[in-house]
C-alpha cells in the first residue's frame, strides 16, 4: 500500500509525531489562508479539506473554479493536502463515477496526496450485492487513475452516528479485503480510530484488537473520541448530545483507551488527521497537544511487589 513519507515537520511539533500531525477544516468552512497558516504556525504538517459536492465535481468548469482558489490559499503554506470525498458520493454508478473522476482532477489540481472515500457504506444484505460489485470495479478503474496522478485513494471505516444498523464498512477488514482486491498501490485504508472504538465496542472488544490486522493497508489515520455505543449513562459525558455515538471528541475527552492504540499511532508512517467538530474544538495548539498526549501514552505496568 501507497503510505506517504512524512516529509513536513514544524519545530513546535512532537518528535513522536514527526510531521505527520494534521488538522481538517471542518465541512462547509472555506480553507482560507489565514486559517492553514494557522494550522501550520500550531505545528500541523497536514490539513484535510473537504470537496465539494458531486454536482460540482461532475463540472469540469466548476470543478477548476473551486479548486483554483483551494490551490491558492494552499500555496500559502507548506502543508500536505487530504481531500475528503462528499459523504453522499459513491462509485458504481456512471453518474458517482464521473464525480469521483472530477474528484480525483481536482485532488491534483490542488495537490492532494490523498483522498479519502466511504466505501461499502451499504448494510450487509442481500440488496447490496450488486452495488457493492459495481462499486469494486469501479474503484479498480479509479485506482488505475488515481495511479497515473499520484493520488492515494484511501477507504474509510465507519460507524453508526446514533444507535442503529452499522454499514458494512464499519469492519475495517472489509475495506482492507477490497483494497487487497484490487492491488492497487494507490488504494489504501483510511483508519478512523473514532468509528473503530465504537465498532469495537459494539462487538465487547478492545480497540487495538479490532484493528490490529488492518494496519498493513493503512495509509492515513483519523483521530477523535467518543463514548462507545454508549449502553449506559456516563457521567463524564456532560455537554454533548445524550445519544449521539459519533461524537468527533479532542482526543482523551472520551473514553477511546488511547494507551493501547498508542504504540500503533506512533510506530506507523501514515498522517494522523485530527478530525474535532466545531462545537468542541479548542485553538488549534491545544488540539495538538491533545493527539501529542493520546500519542505518548503507555499501558500502566502492574506494581512490583
Known amino acids: 500500500m501507497a503510505v506517504a513519507e512524512a516529509k513536513r515537520s514544524a519545530p513546535a511539533e512532537p518528535e513522536a509525531l514527526a510531521g505527520r500531525a494534521g488538522l481538517t477544516v471542518p465541512q462547509e468552512w472555506w480553507a482560507s489562508a489565514p486559517l492553514l497558516k494557522s494550522f501550520e504556525a500550531a505545528g500541523f504538517g497536514w490539513t484535510q479539506i473537504h470537496a465539494p ?5 461532475a463540472d469540469p468548469r466548476a470543478a477548476t473554479r473551486h479548486s483554483a482558489a483551494l490551490a491558492e490559499s494552499l500555496s500559502t503554506t507548506s502543508l500536505g ?11 458504481g454508478s456512471r453518474q458517482g463515477d464521473r464525480a469521483f473522476d472530477g474528484l480525483l482532477s481536482y485532488a491534483a489540481e490542488i495537490g492532494a496526496e490523498f ?18 460489485l459495481f462499486e469494486a470495479r469501479s474503484l479498480a478503474a479509479l ?10 485513494i484511501a477507504i474509510e471505516n465507519l460507524a453508526p452516528v446514533y444507535p442503529g444498523p452499522e454499514s458494512l464498512s464499519a469492519n475495517p477488514m472489509v475495506l482492507r479485503g477490497l483494497a487487497h482486491r484490487i492491488g492497487s498501490e494507490r488504494m489504501g485504508v483510511c483508519l478512523d480510530v473514532g468509528h473503530a472504538h465504537i465498532s469495537a465496542d459494539a462487538r465487547h ?14 495509509c492515513l489515520f483519523h483521530v477523535h473520541d467518543n463514548f462507545g455505543v454508549r449502553e449506559r449513562p456516563n457521567g463524564e459525558a456532560k455537554g454533548v448530545d445524550p445519544l449521539r455515538l459519533d461524537l468527533h471528541l479532542p482526543p482523551g475527552r472520551g473514553t477511546l483507551p488511547w494507551e493501547r492504540l498508542a504504540l500503533h499511532l506512533e510506530r506507523h508512517a501514515a498522517p494522523l488527521i485530527l478530525e474535532v467538530h466545531p462545537p468542541h474544538r479548542p485553538r488549534a495548539p491545544e488540539l495538538l497537544a491533545s493527539l501529542e498526549g493520546a500519542v505518548r501514552q503507555r499501558p500502566a505496568q502492574p506494581a512490583k511487589t
Open 53 to 57: 459536492p458531486p454536482s460540482v465535481l
Open 205 to 218: 472488544t478492545q480497540v487495538d484488537v479490532f484493528t490490529e490486522n488492518v494496519l498493513d493497508a493503512v
Open 115 to 132: 483522498v479519502v472515500y466511504h466505501a461499502c457504506a451499504l448494510p450487509d444484505a442481500a440488496q447490496s450485492e450488486d452495488a457493492l
Open 143 to 152: 485506482a488505475d487513475r488515481a495511479e497515473r496522478l499520484d493520488v492515494t
Open 81 to 91: 493536502c487530504v481531500l475528503h470525498a462528499p459523504g453522499g458520493l459513491r462509485a
